[in-house]
């Protein structure tokens, strides 16, 4: 498969990694992505995907120079994100939609998406060694407590269809303490990245950085 740049030039978009260091568990450090698509090159990148990556820095990232190929739909796409986890005026607080988030990925086994999203559930709630039960041990650890529970059973079974999350859900949410905002919240959180985890794992795979691979050695 081949585009044309903007200089005019054909180039392929299909990119190969032989060399590839993949990740051999889930983990809360950083880790890199490689797409198996060509994203736009930064210095290719149009006005218009520009503001699509609403975050300047985003774009240094390939994932969102590769969704920079259809500008609208990354722009939607991201500020849904930013609303979804960045918007605590009500709700739920950010360590539970990060749960909800990382929760969904380790069932999805998107271990890009369950590397980023434990790492901020423990920065906002300190509880690491709870994270990396859930990461270990899979969606059906006791992370300690029923709050934290309930969320990631709500949070799997929505991710293994729509129609698995019910109204025992949302009563077991209720009887941790959840209010119906705070419930949203949550459902919001599983809900994006149920979608997001099958968006990554179709376009590319992620990677050891090259700072960490002594470590695995």
Request: negative net charge; aromatic residues 6%.
């Amino acid at each position: 498969m081949t585009a044309t740049t903007a200089g005019g030039t054909t180039a392929a978009l299909v990119t190969e990694h032989p060399d590839l260091h993949r990740p051999e568990a889930f983990t809360q450090q950083g880790l890199g992505w490689v797409p198996w698509l060509r994203p736009v090159a930064e210095e290719e990148l149009t006005d218009a995907q520009r503001e699509a990556l609403v975050e300047p820095a985003r774009a240094k990232m390939p994932y969102f120079r590769l969704l920079a190929r259809d500008p609208e739909a990354l722009r939607a796409r991201t500020l849904t994100d930013l609303d979804i986890f960045f918007n605590t005026t009500s709700g739920i607080g950010r360590a539970e939609r990060e749960l909800a988030a990382a929760a969904t990925s380790r069932h999805n086994g998107c271990v890009f998406c369950a590397s980023v999203h434990a790492a901020a559930a423990t920065r906002e709630s300190g509880r690491e060694a709870d994270v990396q039960r859930l990461l270990d041990e899979g969606v059906s650890a006791d992370l300690g407590d029923e709050r934290w529970n309930a969320v990631v059973a709500a949070s799997v079974h929505l991710a293994d269809t729509p129609l698995a999350f019910g109204a025992a859900d949302v009563e077991r949410l209720r009887a941790a303490g959840l209010d119906d905002a705070e419930i949203v919240d949550v459902v919001n959180g599983a809900a994006f990245f149920n979608w997001a985890n099958r968006l990554m794992l179709s376009l590319g795979e992620p990677e050891v950085p090259a700072s960490r691979r002594g470590e695995e050695a």
